[in-house]
């Protein structure tokens, strides 16, 4: 007698049991059938929403980069600024004779007053000191008559300088110029009430900490608490410091509208996602909604709890990534050399709309096509099986009457 094959004998068991119940192995093809479709649309639905949470981690970096063309370029106009008040700072300190003059002379005899200024031409920035008392009230400025002398042949020279650099920026509001002796050199011009709050500002900043030593470090960012200074919108500063033998005397400024960040991130922000911009502290500097809402202290104490602390160092240390919250996800990308961090968040149930909107209506059809052939097989299962019974049932009355004994005569 000839082998079997190996899947012989498990047909042979299935059949018998697959003709018995065939309304139930019906039901069980069909819903094998539907497990496996479930599994492949599950599997899609997860590619979709990684795929989502990566081109808006490509939006979030394309925004980050755009940022960073915008302040580097200011980066590179401050460094030829700084450049150039160093060389003239160098030239009158060498050369005594360059730097006296009568304007200068007329300044110097004023220095006592609580506020004087330096003349210049209407055309160039309007030049303003603090008195000699004022300049010592504020911890970390400090008034020479030599230093006093050459701040003020360099403030000649800024200036002019000023109002022709401010011309060439579209995205500045203001250029200033401040020295350690007291001087407030600004393009627009700011009111003489502002002096000495914002000299205050630049002896309180961290510009005064920084070693001429380390060239890397001379470019920062610092930000005055809204309406404080110079308006009453908060304003992103961007600023360098100037030195004359490792001596700091003083700080170029560019001062950048607030709006300006904050119109370019409504404009290309989603409108399911929270776009924004936080510093080394977690203080928000600009956001994607339509207008600023300043908040005190650390941005990211508004987000729902995550999984793990969530901290701005490490963000910085992570440089960029996506972050799984307990009731969405964070993005993030730092901006390389100005400690700002751009980040995203969206809720998972805004994720789950998005991804909801690319599923494959294929799966649908497939899911209701199974349906409707499951429906069809049992119902002409049902057709058959009736059939047979009564097939079954019509034969056994014929054997029935074939055995009935015939009458005899």
Known sequence: MPQQPP????????????????????????????????????????????????????????????????????KS??????????????????????RQNDAIAAAMRNSQQPLWGLPVPKSDAPVRALGDALVASIPGLSREPQQLVEDLHLSRAMSQVL???????????????????GIVIAYPAVRDAQLEPILRKLASSPLMQLNRANIEDLDIVFFPLPGSNLGSMPHLLLSTPVYLNAVMRGAVIYDVPQTKLQNYLYQTTESDELHTLIDEDGSLVASSDQSFKPFQGNWLNTLPTARKRLSVPMLFQRDHGTLNLEQGYLQFRELQGIDLI???????????????????????????????????????????????LRLNRQLREMGWLGRRPHPTG
């Open 342 to 388: 751009l980040t995203n968040y969206i809720s998972a149930s805004d994720l789950r709309a998005a991804v909801n909107a690319q599923i494959d209506f294929l799966f649908l059809g497939v899911w209701a096509l199974l349906g409707l052939l499951m429906f069809l097989t049992l119902y002409i299962v049902d057709r058959l099986f009736k059939g047979q």
């Open 77 to 98: 106009q401050l460094q030829f600024l700084r450049h150039l008040a160093e060389r003239v700072l160098i030239e009158g300190h060498s050369q005594p004779s360059m």
């Open 7 to 74: 899947s012989a004998a498990p047909s042979r068991l299935l059949l018998p049991f697959a003709c018995a119940r065939p309304r139930r192995t019906v039901v069980l093809c069909f819903l094998a059938a539907f497990a496996i479709t479930l599994v492949l649309a599950g599997r899609q639905y997860y590619q979709l929403q990684q795929h989502e949470l990566e081109v808006r981690e490509h939006n979030l970096q394309l925004q980050a980069l755009a940022i960073e063309t915008l302040i580097f370029s200011g």
């Open 163 to 181: 109002p022709a650099q401010f011309q060439g920026e579209t995205n500045l509001s203001r250029i200033l110029f401040l020295t350690t002796s």
